[in-house]
């Protein structure tokens, strides 16, 4: 950044003026925080709304619709989606509503820091009651998959989908089994942390932002919609999967990768001054 200063002033007016620039960058950095704070809580607010829309969502129409055994309902909202004669894709859905819906309504919970300190007991029972509920979720997705397809519109598409699901699936399945391992077994929180917020990314933003995407495509469509949607492996698994994966490891360091680091630095410095005790 270059500064520029009239070379005719005093040493006491310039050392003023450049005081007066360093206080007026200072002033512009603290608005732009403030802004982007303000940003952020509005983006929490939608964000959390947006998720416990779309659990009540699936709770109000599809868990109700299994309750009240009218299972056909189902097609009302997406056709081709029950298959009267495949039972093991009804159970398979139906087990992924259920555990779906939970996750979303009771998982973002734990990824709030005061909540977790103050009810600890509940954020592991919860916590091991999500990520199993998940873990089912993901193999009646699966088997629903394996018996009936994603692709109902358009079968050309149908294994390019198919496959692009069970990637998908996979990656979910792995944040759940390693969340749990360093939590319940390794005890390290740090790496529990760090695959929370990937299980986040994968689950709750690539949701969000996969029935947006939904809404555009509409918008933009018109009727050729049903045509596209779900249909392209690019579109089903790249542009939220991966992403939203990766978009987990930034917030996770971003939020803990400073006291991470200090913490290294400060077992750094206890090696050099000869504090560290001998392995």
Known sequence: ????????????????????????QKTTEQTCAKILRWEWRLFLVTFSFGLFSLAI?????YVRSMLRRNLA?????????????????????GVHFIGGAYFVLMAPLQYVPWFRKKYLN??????????????????????YTWEVGISQIVPEYQTSANCAMY???VLVF?????????????????????????????????QMYFRLIFLVEAMVLGENFDDIAMTSTMFVFWTFAIPFALLGDVVYWK?????????EQRQLNRYENGEASSS
């Open 167 to 169: 990637v998908f699936g």
């Open 73 to 93: 309902a189902w097609d009302i909202v997406f056709p081709g989606m029950y298959h009267v004669d495949n039972v093991k894709s009804q159970i398979g859905l």
């Open 57 to 61: 969502y699936m709770i109000s129409f």
């Open 174 to 206: 792995t944040c759940c089994v390693m969340l749990y391992y360093h939590a319940a077994i390794s005890k390290q929180i740090d790496k529990h942390q760090l695959w929370a917020y990937r299980l986040a990314g994968m689950v709750f933003g690539s």
């Open 1 to 24: 950044m270059y500064e520029s200063f009239d070379s005719r002033l005093s040493p006491d007016d310039e050392g003023k003026q450049r005081n007066g620039y360093v206080v007026s």
């Open 122 to 143: 509940f954020h592991r029972w919860n916590g091991r009651v999500a990520v199993t509920l998940l873990g089912i979720t993901v193999v009646g997705g699966s088997i």
């Open 255 to 263: 939020l803990h990768g400073q006291k991470h680091g200090d913490g």
